[in-house]
């Protein structure tokens, strides 16, 4: 069973950036793909990045051009560059691999 810590979430202003962190732990690193998905109150779950194993990235339109999702193989760890931010982003966000969520991590924009 793999365990997901994510981490780097935080209050920023409109505009601005934050890095999302998500380390693994439980199995081979390298072998699946790796995605976040963020949930804002009152909303469904949605997608919002995706890396593969072999690193070919695809990004829901919504993020496209802003976010930029990337791996560290040696460190276990998958990350989430989220750049120009807006209110719209405010959501907890999840690293997820498989079946395997992390507990999540708020992420709140003001204007």
């Known amino acids: 069973q793999v365990q997901l810590v994510e981490s780097g979430g935080g209050l920023v202003q409109a505009g601005g950036s934050l890095r999302l962190s998500c380390a693994a732990s439980g199995s081979i690193f390298s072998r699946n793909a790796m995605a976040w998905y963020r949930q804002a109150p009152g909303k469904q779950r949605e997608w919002v990045a995706t890396i593969t194993s072999e690193s070919t990235t695809n990004y829901a339109d919504s993020v496209k051009g802003r976010f930029t999702i990337s791996r560290d193989n040696a460190k276990n760890t998958v990350y989430l560059q989220m750049n120009s ?7 907890v966000y999840y690293c997820n691999r498989g079946f395997s969520w992390g507990q999540g991590t708020q992420v709140t924009v003001s204007s």
Do not use: E, Q, V
């Open 85 to 91: 931010l807006k209110p719209d982003d405010t959501a």
